[in-house]
């Protein structure tokens, strides 16, 4: 059998990488001002509280906003530019969908919110998320329960929504009939107590226990998820959490949620049978009623 001769080009030790440490050109400031966590409430017993923010220090007078600006110039090669020029040029960015520089910036989250939710949350699949685990720990004593007045009848209009508040007496009913469901708690500690496990002893708990996790998300896909979950065809307690999302963002990438408010968020999108129908001031060219009564509401925010 031949030995293979070692070649002489392969180093014998990895060669020494020589890191240099460049100070800033101007102070750095922290973007959360020295804060451990910013936490919003939501709902009875949820809460959003922001942990860490990439970048965190940003240089003095700027806002996070600056690495969007900076990632998008980084192509061209240009130097330090005025800050209205930055804005218009995040702007720019934000109408034209150029979507990759708000990729930069990344916000991570501590979330306290009930299965529901956190089921419909989940299905937003560019975060990264850990959760509290119900195999390893006991789930806490912590249910959801909406006010009367949040307690809605099913959506004439919409099958996946609820519109206005239930006569008083139904509502009453129905908080009644959560009692009876959180009233299971107790048997669910008495089980885990006798030794049940714990990831088999959680099946009886019901869908409004709160659950806890970490989310971290960049700017991007969380404009992504705030389009969707702030909208009014989301459910109200989902919009309660992103409306504290963006409360929560806003003090931080403020030139961006302007840009997302002014161009995304209240923006209407026109499809080309509707820019047909004012064109021609004709009916849209559809028999379908939901793409009518679509219509119909933008015509009404347009007030055409
Ligand atoms: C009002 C409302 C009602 C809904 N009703 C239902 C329902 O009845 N049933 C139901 O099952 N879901 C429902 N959903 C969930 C919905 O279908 C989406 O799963 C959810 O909104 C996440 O959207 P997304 O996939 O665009 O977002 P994300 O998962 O955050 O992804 C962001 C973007 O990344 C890209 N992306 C991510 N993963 C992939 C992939 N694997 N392949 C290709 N592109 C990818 C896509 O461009 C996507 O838009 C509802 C959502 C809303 C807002």
């Known amino acids: 059998m031949t030995r293979m001769k070692p070649?002489?080009?392969v180093p014998k030790t990895p060669p020494t990488v020589h890191v240099e440490r460049t100070p800033p050109e101007t102070p750095l400031v922290d973007v959360m001002n020295g804060s451990a966590r910013w936490e919003a409430r939501v709902l009875d017993h949820g809460l959003i509280a922001l942990l860490d923010v990439m970048p965190r220090l940003v240089p003095e007078g700027q806002t996070a906003d600056h690495a969007i600006v900076q990632a998008a110039r980084v192509s061209y090669g240009?130097?330090?530019k005025r800050l209205s020029e930055d804005r218009s040029l995040l702007r720019y960015l934000m109408r034209h969908r150029h979507t990759t520089p708000f990729e930069m910036i990344e916000f991570k989250f501590h979330v306290r919110l009930p299965i529901f939710v956190?089921?419909?949350?989940i299905r937003h699949r560019t975060a990264s998320v850990n959760e509290y685990s119900g195999r390893y720990s006991i789930m806490p004593d912590r249910f959801y329960r909406p006010t009367p007045a949040d307690v809605r009848e099913q959506s004439a209009?919409?099958?996946?929504?609820?519109?206005a508040p239930i006569d008083a007496a139904t509502a009453e009913r129905f908080l009644r009939c959560l009692d009876r469901a959180e009233s299971i708690y107790e048997q669910y500690e008495e089980l885990t107590g006798q030794g049940v496990a714990r990831e088999l002893a959680r099946l009886a708990l019901p869908l409004s226990t709160y659950t806890e996790w970490y989310w971290k998300c960049d700017l991007h896909n969380i404009m992504h998820f705030l389009s969707l979950r702030l909208d009014e065809h989301a459910q109200h307690e989902i919009r309660a959490y992103a409306q504290a999302m963006v409360s929560l963002i806003e003090p931080i990438v403020p030139v961006t949620i302007e840009a997302f408010r002014d161009y995304r968020l209240e923006a209407v999108h026109l499809t080309r049978l509707e820019i047909?129908?004012?064109?021609?001031?004709?009916e849209l060219a559809t028999t379908n009623r939901r793409e009518r009564a679509e219509w119909d509401a933008k015509r009404e925010t347009l007030r055409l």
């Open 7 to 9: 070649s002489p080009n």
């Open 157 to 163: 209009g919409n099958r996946q929504g609820g519109d």
């Open 78 to 80: 240009q130097g330090t």
């Open 276 to 282: 047909e129908a004012i064109r021609g001031d004709n």
């Open 118 to 121: 956190a089921r419909q949350w």
